[in-house]
């Protein structure tokens, strides 16, 4: 049976309270004698106590993360190798900000962009600027490693950081399944595997809860707006063409080639969604312009029915550890029996 540094019983001589002190002079006297008898002085065999208790304790220590290298490939086919894990990271998009809080790795972020404003302690982290980061704070902040996602920041900005010597580490989340995987790398390159497995294992139960609750329902056609002007969807090679299939309905643009396509008007009108999904800011009101806009297509099902809803795009449009919340939210709105709605009421 293994115990505890904390258990491991004294090795001294002790003597009971109630033994007179003479006593007990003569027992550890009577003690030491013996113990030279055998070649061991009580003064040494106490330092050899003590050496193995140190060594039980470094026996029980945490095995050191990284004890070989490790190297990981990117989405964009970088190999990228660290002897040891990262201590000065930068991310630069929203959603691997996430990632890396919910891993535990506050203090080793240290530079995060405008758009970072969750959790709320990522506010309070050094700016690196926006679509473009700014080299001169980037250098000044002295990062190990740089994340980013694929398709939001030019080549060119991380060519700039690999001139400096500076590793960086891009993600192209095109799925729910691809979110996890990106978890689970982070995890693994900053030695919080376990950390990770845990987190994945949690979201891969609330999604797997989310599937069969909506798996013998009706799934409406859904039109999912990014943006109206030009009016902007998704389709295939987007997690968010995943993400509406997960909460139970059918992408009327989950067809189309494009990651986000632009549509026409007609082939919305052609398609006749059954629900419209606005992706809003959490406390942007729906404008009346927004209400005018959408009432003049009265020919659409989601518009005679009054089922145009608002959602957060924060947890839609981040491929972050989010993402159930915004697959549980939309499920309960396309499925009230899946639970309360928790997004606005619908556009009137």
Not at 35 to 44: A, C, N, V
Not at 91 to 103: D, G, H, R
Not at 188 to 194: L, S, W
Request: net charge neutral.
């Amino acid at each position: 049976m293994i115990h505890k540094p904390e258990d491991l019983p004294e090795r001294a001589a002790c003597s009971s309270p109630n033994e007179e002190s003479g006593s007990a002079h003569l027992r550890v006297k009577k003690q030491g004698a013996i113990l030279k008898g055998i070649g061991i002085s009580l003064w040494g065999f106490l330092m050899r106590s003590k050496f193995i208790i140190i060594a039980f304790l470094f026996l029980l220590a945490p095995s050191p993360v990284h004890a070989v290298p490790i190297t990981v490939t990117d989405d964009l086919g970088h190999s990228v190798r660290f002897t040891t894990p990262p201590q000065r990271i930068i991310s630069l998009a929203p959603s691997l900000t996430e990632m890396l809080f919910s891993l535990g790795l506050d203090d080793r972020i240290v530079g995060v962009t405008d758009y970072c404003n969750y959790p709320p302690a990522a506010m309070t982290k050094p700016k690196v600027g926006g679509m473009n980061p700014n080299l001169e704070k980037v250098l000044s902040l002295h990062p190990d490693l740089i994340v980013a996602v694929a398709g939001i920041y030019q080549n060119q900005s991380l060519a700039r950081f690999e001139q400096f010597h500076i590793p960086s580490f891009t993600v192209d989340p095109s799925s729910i399944e691809k979110i996890f995987e990106t978890i689970l790398v982070l995890g693994k390159i900053a030695g919080a595997d376990e950390t990770a497995a845990e987190k994945v294992k949690q979201l891969r139960g609330r999604l797997e809860s989310v599937r069969q609750k909506t798996l013998s329902v009706p799934r409406p056609r859904l039109l999912y707006v990014v943006d109206k002007d030009p009016l902007i969807s998704v389709g295939k090679g987007s997690y968010i063409d995943d993400l509406i299939r997960e909460a139970g309905s059918v992408n009327i643009t989950g067809e189309l080639a494009k990651a986000y396509p632009i549509v026409s008007m007609e082939y919305v009108i052609h398609q006749d969604p059954e629900v419209i999904i606005l992706a809003m800011d959490a406390d942007q009101i729906v404008s009346d312009q927004e209400k005018q806009y959408w009432s003049r297509w009265s020919s659409l099902s989601a518009v005679r029915n009054g089922k145009i809803y608002k959602v957060s795009r924060d947890l839609l449009n981040r491929p972050g550890p989010r993402i159930i919340d915004g697959i549980e939210e939309l499920a309960r709105l396309l499925h009230p029996a899946v639970g309360p709605p928790q997004a606005d009421e619908p556009v009137r």
